[in-house]
């Protein structure tokens, strides 16, 4: 009996459960909708102001090709939580919100007499089916906390379901509840003071999370509501930046420049805990986006932001879309003030996370994503190609139908379902190397390169065993304007929703 009573302890000291846990907190800070160039990090903005993610890539490593797995939020969330590709989870836009639940995605036989290819349903709840990195880290003896934005679906699908010990506010919501600055809707979550920010809020939140766990591991979870519509920023700040406001710069909203201020003002809030409270030297950071900077919204009578260089922005297939911001902290490990060129994606963050902590996968599980482990150590890391899978066609600027994409080294293939003659594919083929703009399309000049890139999209579309687009039956030529493609939508200011002050006894 005694040896069984010894090699029990033995495993439960690797595993970190049972004697004083030298594993280090996690701290995974998401924001939303925050653009390549919304930051200082990459010197692609003269307007914005991030003093505080400078501070954090100060201490860890930039990664200057991020992408997240879809150009919307709510895929590029589940691929965070269960390390999978959107064409896997089903997960391909943000409808986690609407009250139909659809565990299945599926591929729709027929479209509108405009469309060449018809648009599969869409999987609205993150199933329980998968072991998600809150869950992960649970069994291994973290305390697990969800603030902010979560869009991936309400009980029985809530953060709660999924590992968290905690979700505040315990929101299922696309974005804030009415607006940034109370009075605001969410039920429960009432402000501490008049006219205060969801953020500050928010990060008041965390610290106490981090407070109370100050003493073992934790796994923060701080997915910010900013910088997403609706758009709305402490009086304050908007004004500094009106004054600032420069109108030959493409970016001159005063509001998002108030709002990205009060973003990265949270960010700020818990990495001065983190040093207060003595964590700061065992705590793994992340800061990523979750898709790219909105640029088809109307804000102080301009669009929020510009992504300059790149192309295109939220729910695009360009740049954009899906190339964004990424710094990870790892003390000890990572050099500060580091960078990156590799190319990494959102739903690499579990596996990597994982090896971080040297804490094993479960028995079978499977990932999409990779552990990017060699590039933090400034080591050699071989994988060169990643996949977005986005079978829809939002009229943004920009635009394109349903359409798959392969990164492969320095080259972009845009599949674009059916777009073609007769049914036929169409593609679009880019030199990111020498084209960051994605100006020069070279699918006519380099057939075999399209050829052999198009061969790789096929097998992910059969290893993800992938909802396809299929060619539209009903497609009408004489319906069809192609001159449209890439033209946005008129679109509708998104309102501020205030709530009457409630008045507190």
């Not at 758009?231 to 406001?245: G, M, N, P, Q, S």
């Not at 009578?301 to 360009?318: E, F, I, Q």
């Not at 320095?410 to 030199?431: P, Q, S, T, V, Y």
């Not at 999209?457 to 539209?472: G, M, S, V, Y």
């Amino acid at each position: 009996m005694t040896k069984y009573i010894s090699a029990l302890i033995l495993i439960l000291a690797s595993s970190n459960v049972l004697f004083g846990d030298e594993r280090p907190n996690v701290l995974f800070i998401l924001a939303d909708d925050l653009g390549w160039s919304d930051s200082t990090l990459f010197g692609t903005t003269k307007f914005y102001q991030t003093p505080n993610i400078e501070r954090l890539a100060s201490r860890g490593m930039t990664f200057t090709r991020a992408y997240s797995v879809s150009p919307l939020c709510s895929p590029t969330r589940a691929g965070i939580m269960t390390g999978l590709c959107p064409a896997r989870t089903g997960i391909t836009s943000p409808a986690c919100h609407i009250k139909k639940v659809t565990l299945e995605a599926t591929s729709r036989k027929t479209a509108a007499k405009d469309k060449k290819s018809t648009i599969p349903t869409v999987v609205t709840r993150l199933h329980t089916k998968y072991y998600t990195l809150a869950e992960a880290l649970k069994d291994h003896g973290y305390a697990t906390g969800h603030f902010g934005k979560w869009h991936l679906g309400h009980e029985p699908y809530s953060p709660l379901q999924h590992g968290f010990d905690v979700d505040v506010p315990h929101w299922p919501g696309p974005g804030p509840a009415g607006s940034y600055v109370a009075p605001w809707k969410f039920p429960d979550f009432d402000p501490d003071t008049p006219n205060q920010h969801i953020e500050d809020r928010m990060a008041k939140e965390a610290v106490a999370f981090m407070e109370r766990n100050k003493d073992r591991p934790f796994f923060l979870n701080y997915w910010m509501f900013s910088v997403h519509a609706p758009f709305d920023a402490k009086k304050t700040l908007i004004e500094k930046h009106r004054k600032r406001v420069d109108p030959n710069d493409p970016q001159h909203s005063p509001t998002y420049a108030a709002m990205i201020e009060s973003m990265d003002d949270a960010v700020g809030t818990l990495l001065d805990t983190l040093i207060r409270l003595g964590l700061e030297k065992k705590t793994i950071i992340i800061l990523a986006s979750d898709n790219g900077g909105n640029m088809y919204d109307t804000v102080d009578d301009t669009s929020p932001t510009s992504n300059a260089p790149l192309r295109g922005g939220k729910a695009t297939m360009y740049e954009g879309g899906v190339r964004g911001p990424c710094v990870v902290i790892w003390p000890g490990v990572v050099n500060g003030g580091s960078r990156s060129d590799a190319m990494i994606q959102s739903c690499d963050f579990y596996p990597s996370l994982l090896e971080m902590l040297s804490i094993d996968k479960r028995e079978g599980q499977k990932f999409d994503g990779v552990s990017i482990v060699p590039a933090l150590k400034g080591k050699p890391f071989t994988r060169d190609t990643i996949f977005t899978f986005f079978p829809h066609d939002p009229k943004v600027p920009d635009w394109l139908p349903p359409a798959v994409s392969v990164h492969h080294g320095d080259w972009k293939l845009i599949r674009i379902f059916h777009g073609g003659e007769n049914g036929a594919h169409r593609w679009k083929l880019f030199n990111l190397r020498d084209d960051i703009e994605e100006k020069h399309d070279l699918a006519a000049s380099e057939p075999q390169r399209v050829k052999q890139l198009d061969a790789m999209i096929e097998q992910f579309l059969i290893d993800t065993n992938a909802a396809r687009p299929l060619p539209n039956p009903n497609f009408d030529p004489k319906q069809y304007r192609p001159q449209d493609e890439g033209k946005a939508a008129r679109r509708k200011p998104h309102p501020v929703k205030r709530q009457p002050v409630k008045s507190k006894k």
